[in-house]
């Protein structure tokens, strides 16, 4: 069992930057890979961006590569998503995500999920 806590979201304009971070519990957060999804209004729930538990590869939407960086801290149970050069298209509601098994882009195949942050990007 894994809980996780996102914080650092809120209101930014177009071309800004936010950094998200999310807390774990637990003492096997470095077996966990982990990820970030997104929910806009009446929209399906989409990854971002993942990393693998040693923090060695990560995974990006097509839609954020090159402005979005995921990173983790194993010491420090936690993982970060920096986001820049933010569009109005970015605003949702961001999930941190956790897994020790396969994963796809799916989010069902996710097996914990945060309680979700809102990001509100303003043109």
């Known amino acids: 069992q894994v809980q996780l806590i996102e914080s650092g979201g809120g209101l930014v304009q177009a071309g800004g930057s936010l950094r998200l971070s999310c807390a774990a519990s637990g003492r096997t957060f470095s077996s966990y890979d982990m990820g970030w999804f997104r929910q806009a209004p009446g929209e399906e729930r989409e990854i971002v961006a993942a990393i693998t538990r040693s923090g060695s590869s990560t995974y990006f939407a097509d839609f954020v590569k090159g402005r979005f960086t995921i990173s983790r801290d194993n010491t420090k149970n936690t993982v970060s998503l920096q986001m820049d050069s933010l569009k109005p298209e970015d605003t949702a509601v961001y999930y941190c995500?956790?897994?020790?098994?396969?994963?796809?882009?799916?989010?069902?195949?996710?097996?914990?999920w945060g309680q979700g942050t809102q990001v509100t990007v303003s043109s």
């Open positions: 995500v956790a897994d020790d098994r396969l994963w796809t882009e799916r989010p069902s195949s996710w097996r914990y």
